[in-house]
């Protein structure tokens, strides 16, 4: 079974950075595609970024292009999320996913696997 823990959450000033990573254990990510998601209270979670398993094409979401990169470290296992010049409205519990041989998709429910997420806080 794939286990997914995010870990780099935290309360961070407007304009600046977090970076959050997501570890795996159980199997290796190099079949998998990899998202990111957010859930902001009272709304529905939201695809941030991906990573497909195929080429490790990325897919970024109107919102957080320019800001957000995603990068996969296959020597531990672990994709993690760069985060620049944070706004208050990304303000969420961020959870990462893992769906197998998967395009890297947006849609939250294609992905298979979950970890318990962490939250970021953008505030002054």
């Known amino acids: 079974q794939l286990q997914l823990v995010e870990s780099g959450g935290g309360l961070v000033q407007p304009g600046g950075s977090l970076r959050l990573s997501c570890a795996a254990s159980?199997?290796?990510?190099?079949?998998?595609?990899i998202g990111w998601f957010r859930q902001a209270p009272g709304k529905e979670r939201e695809g941030v970024l991906s990573?497909?398993?195929?080429?490790?094409?990325?897919y970024y979401a109107d919102s957080v292009k320019g800001r957000f990169t995603i990068s996969k470290d296959n020597t531990k296992n672990t994709v993690h999320l760069q985060m620049n010049s944070l706004k208050p409205e990304d303000t969420a519990v961020y959870y990462c996913?893992?769906?197998?041989?998967?395009?890297?998709?947006?849609?939250?429910?294609?992905?298979?696997?979950w970890g318990q997420g962490t939250q970021v806080t953008v505030s002054s």
């Open positions: 159980g199997y290796t990510l190099d079949y998998y595609a």
């Open positions: 996913a893992a769906e197998m041989y998967g395009l890297g998709s947006l849609i939250p429910g294609e992905y298979d696997y």
């Open positions: 990573i497909s398993s195929y080429d490790d094409s990325t």
